[in-house]
């Protein structure tokens, strides 16, 4: 993340700046991403090592590292006779004892630096059982009366992340010559300089460059934050260990509020550019449709929609992200908004990650909606153009009259139908597409709204942050009469047991999803269990019943043949790949058998097991896992405690990071160094609001939430 503008100057300097760094150091130091001061300066140590424990040298103890101060009263070269070998050693002596300090790589410089006389602080541990005591390769650092300020020994040190060819030493010395000669140029960026009086937030020492010595003993983390500069001086040079959590809060503040400021610029320019076309609808579809629904939405669903026809009758174009565990009815919540824009006489898009989602939306939405006069087109990569049941030519399509909704995979995105009259986009599952082809879709219109859905329940640091320029509504109940899902781990050794209860269950009518990581073996690995060899096994142990195979390269008319028959009851059981975590909605499933569970990420697993438990049968879900290692089997573990999807995500956030959790869309955009997406809701929420003050300041306005 690069620096808020108004503290740039001084610190943008590239880091040959600092004494001792030059083209050679210059070039190690790139790979470490570091190219200017403020790189270097808020290169975060990995960890620190308390090197204040003082010793007489006659206490030093094997195995506990110490520091001790001692003079030197004898200093040589030691030559080996065989071979080149040559070593430097000294003795040090502090009127207590006497240490051997030994260093293999004799440099130049040594012998006049450790002169007899001398004295240092000598920081080391003791080689085991050697007498006399002797310290290999100690850092140390000359004492001279008077001097108190030690960079490598008598303090925390941090220990930096480094590379080869530059040791932590080198690196701690660059950082620490940095900080004398740029801390005091270190100012605080915008959000700080708007602060009021009356703010939650305050900051030590405010604009007063920070000289002064880092202290963090009498502060409260996120209630007064230390000055930027105090900051990262104690990040790197912290005077207790509880300063570096203090310091670490701080700067990843100003990392949200600059994320902030962001987001919340960009929606501004929005809304000052984005007029709303007039979609709240007049229920005269919707009513006939509730009617005939066959269930009655529950309190969240129509909470949600609310909210929803709150923003398509407004100013501003919708931007909504719609978010529910698996099976709590985000589809009729999607019909109900669908309806509200096709009343209006405005177009609808609704987008899908796979095309069996597509053809399930394509087929419900045509039950729902063709009664009512309204058009469903279904287009996807494989079947250009779908109306109804009838296919249309290809190529560009003439859709008459304003009421139409197209269904669609990716193909919406390069279709070429007209979406003049485009009112609303629906985005099933968006942690599936990225953000960009979020924009590309909803740009082909004249700023339709957007509403879009997601299962994978998104933590409030996320939403907050990579979804921050949307709101957020959530369904917080499924609906009723759904028989509970019991979920299991399981060693491999159980499997026969395991396919003992799924014929059990589909002999008294149940129906069952068993899913394997790979299409096809992996020479490389046989560990790893693949559809098309298991197939076999499954319909063995399975018979008489019927066993349907579903994965990513079977063709898409085979596809909506077997989820057809699947849904019809004729295939008791499917044996997929993950290609059928994401919607599929079959009732009568009660069974989600994983093979190879370790390799699926958490939320996944949550999705997949999100396709059973959707009818009034209780549910099993059955976790295959061999994996030894602590944890994989303690994230397998979360799932067989908790079917809240929330719960799920946030430990996969926690154990995974937001990238993984996320998919292909997040990284490139969020470089944090000290904010922690797992950890930090309560400085992400502060950082909002800072934002926001801020902003306020520069662009006085009002309504904006
Ligand atoms: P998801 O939120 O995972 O997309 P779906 O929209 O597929 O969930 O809904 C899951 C199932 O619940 C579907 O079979 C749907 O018909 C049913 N359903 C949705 N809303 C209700 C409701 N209010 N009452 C009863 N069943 C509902
Ligand atoms: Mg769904």
New binding site residues.
Partial sequence: MSAPDNIVSPLAAPVSSVWGVGGERARLLARLDIFTIEDLLLHKPRRYEDRRKFLPIRELKFKEAATVRGKIVAAGIKRFRRGARSMFECVFDDGSASLHCRWWQLQAWMPDWYAVGREFLIYGKLDDEKKPRTFTHPETELFEPGDDEFVHVNRIVPIHPLTEGLTARVMRTLVWRALEKFEGQMGEPEWCRSQGSGSRVQVQGGDAPALLKPSASNLQPSALFPSRANAVHMIHFPEELTDVEIARQRLALDEFVELQTQIQLRRRKFEASAKALPCGGDNHLMKPFLAQLG????AA?TKVLREIRADMSGLHPMRRLLQ?????????VAAVAALMALESGFNVALMSPTEILAEQHFRNFTKWFEPLGVKVVLQTGSRKEVEGSRVQGSGKARIAGPSTLFIGTHALLTGGFDMAKLGLVIIDEQHKFGVTQRETLVRKGNYPHLLV?T?TPIPRTLGLTLYGDLDVSV?DEL???RGAIKTFVRATDKLPKVFDFIHEKIAAGRQAYIVYPRVEADESDKEIKAVKMEFANVRKALAPFNVGLLHGRVKAAEKEAVMADFRANKIQALVATSLIEV?V?V?NASVMLIENAEHFGLAQLHQLR?RIG?GAHASFCILISDARDAEAQSRLKILEETTDGFKVAEADLRLRGPGELLGQQQSGSMKLRFGNLAEDLNLIRQARELARQSLLLDFPRTGVS
């Fill in positions: 269930f009655k939405l529950t669903q529910g565990d698996v099976g709590s009815g985000k589809t009729a859905m299962a369904i609906p009723g009469g919607g909605d009732p999100g959707r």
